[in-house]
């Protein structure tokens, strides 16, 4: 396998590296004091207040909020009124799938023809 000189940089770089005297001990505590020092200054981190209300701001909050919920309720709604109002159209551009798939009697039938079939009426 070919190398490319890229890897070839980059591998005698990494020699550099391995071979380079390690930093001595006081320059190590010198930036472990100054990272501690930075860490204790920086701002507390406050955590998120508990959902009040109970299960419904619980049940938003697992949406993602109320952008989220907005946008599965304007989802939900579209498809119930697509459902209720153009089977046809929806058959249609599915190729008769629907119709099909509901053995032929079509894709909403009616409600007296359900009774019958259970024998309720």
Same mark, same amino acid.
């Given at each position: 396998?070919?190398?490319?000189?890229?890897?070839? /940089?980059?591998? $005698?770089?990494? *020699?550099?590296?391995?071979? !380079?005297? @390690? &930093?001595?001990?006081?320059?190590? +505590? /010198?930036?472990? $004091?100054?990272? *501690?020092?930075?860490?204790? !200054?920086? @701002? &507390?981190?406050?955590?998120?207040? +508990?959902?009040?209300?109970?299960?419904?701001?619980?049940?938003?909050? !697992?949406?993602?909020?109320?952008?989220?919920?907005?946008?599965?309720?304007?989802?939900?709604?579209?498809?119930?009124?697509?459902?209720?109002?153009?089977?046809?159209?929806?058959?249609?551009?599915?190729?008769?799938?629907?119709?099909?798939?509901?053995?032929?009697?079509?894709?909403?039938?009616?409600?007296?023809?359900?009774?019958?079939?259970?024998?309720?009426?």
């Amino acid at each position: 396998m070919a190398t490319e000189p890229e890897d070839d /940089r980059l591998d $005698a770089l990494f *020699a550099e590296a391995r071979g !380079a005297a @390690r &930093p001595g001990d006081d320059l190590v +505590a /010198r930036v472990l $004091a100054d990272a *501690a020092a930075v860490q204790a !200054a920086g @701002r &507390p981190v406050q955590p998120r207040p +508990a959902p009040r209300g109970g299960g419904w701001s619980g049940f938003v909050s !697992a949406l993602g909020g109320w952008p989220a919920l907005s946008g599965v309720t304007a989802a939900g709604l579209v498809g119930l009124a697509l459902g209720f109002w153009a089977p046809e159209a929806i058959d249609s551009l599915s190729g008769g799938q629907l119709w099909l798939l509901s053995g032929g009697g079509g894709t909403m039938p009616e409600i007296g023809m359900l009774w019958a079939e259970a024998g309720d009426v």
